[in-house]
């Protein structure tokens, strides 16, 4: 690890250094507006599924990284006015820029910390990535469709998020090199939690997974203790398959 990202991480932890990124840009922010009523959606979907969350509302520091990054950008440029509705948008390769309420629950229950370093599998359009770069000090991120992998990392460079790495792959393996992890975001739905991202995953670590196929996929939250993996299903989701190895795992 370079000296530079070893000094920002303990800068972040004691408090002393801002996230990186982007959101921001000087001049009028056209869409600050938009980002607000986003939020106020986001947070009564928070209490409207209290019972199977556990929360009542968003975490400040949740809200405040979702208040910043503009989603305007992860989405193709026809879309850009529809970026703030509370809703996934298509962002081509049949893939999808998720439900931001979905984006803000799943970050928060893996609950990132600033000297954190969180894998995500799936980096779609960037945004979920971005909004992890708010709240962690490294992300790494694998996307199986390189198109989208290599425009998720344009956007995320211009958007000064120097604390993501992007790259081209199958994500059932996760990122050996860069373990452990201490959270996990997955973004696709495997029908069953892959071993390796368990593996990668640090003693005290989370992972937020949607599993099962089809209409029958339920957000998974994992915890790991030692030896012990424990889980709860969150609430019922739709999200794209996860492809690839997911396909025909390796026998365990």
Request: net charge neutral; charged share 25%; aromatic share 4%.
């Amino acid at each position: 690890m370079k000296l530079s990202m070893i000094l920002r991480r303990r800068l972040l932890a004691a408090g002393l250094a801002a996230p990186l990124g982007a959101a921001g840009a000087a001049g009028k922010d056209e869409y600050a507006d938009a980002r607000r009523r986003m939020l106020a959606e986001i947070e009564m979907d928070v209490r409207d599924t209290a019972r199977s969350t556990g929360r009542e509302r968003l975490d400040p520091r949740v809200a405040a990284a979702i208040g910043k990054v503009p989603r305007h950008r992860f989405v193709p440029p026809h879309l850009a006015d529809r970026a703030y509705e509370n809703r996934p948008l298509p962002i081509g390769h049949e893939q999808t820029i998720s439900q931001p309420f979905i984006v803000a629950l799943m970050t928060e229950l893996i609950d990132p910390k600033p000297a954190d370093r969180v894998l995500e599998i799936g980096t779609g359009s960037g945004y979920q990535a971005a909004v992890l770069a708010e709240l962690a000090a490294e992300v790494y991120s694998i996307e199986i469709v390189e198109p989208l992998a290599e425009q998720a990392r344009q956007t995320l460079d211009r958007l000064g998020y120097r604390n993501v790495q992007v790259k081209a792959g199958d994500g059932y393996q996760g990122w050996p090199e860069h373990a452990p992890f201490d959270s996990i975001i997955v973004t696709c739905a495997p029908e069953r939690v892959p071993p390796p991202l368990v593996d990668q995953l640090r003693d005290g670590g989370k992972m937020i997974v949607p599993v099962g196929g089809g209409f029958g996929q339920e957000l998974v939250l994992l915890e790991k203790r030692g030896r012990e993996v424990r889980q709860r299903a969150v609430l019922p989701v739709r999200f794209v398959p996860m492809t690839g190895q997911a396909d025909d795992p390796p026998a365990r």
